[in-house]
């Protein structure tokens, strides 16, 4: 059970320490530039929601 929570903030601690870095260097681009990014939140949103909407499809189809 330690291992799993273990991971869980693991995981968790990377996404957030990833979000701090992309919006520290967002901060620091000059104006007109493209910043660089390490993730594509909008991508990284957009595969959450499918995803959590496939595994809600799932569950219902499971619980009929």
């Keep these: 059970m330690r291992f799993l929570l273990g991971v869980i903030y ?12 992309d919006s520290l260097a967002t901060a620091d681009e000059p104006p007109g530039t493209q910043p660089q990014r390490i993730v594509n939140w909008d991508v990284a949103g957009e595969r959450l929601n499918r995803s ?6 799932t569950l219902h189809q499971l619980t009929r």
Aim: aromatic fraction near 6%; avoid cysteine.
């Design 10 to 21: 693991g995981v968790l601690l990377m996404v957030i320490g990833a979000f701090i870095a």
């Design 52 to 57: 959590i909407e496939t595994i809600r499809e």
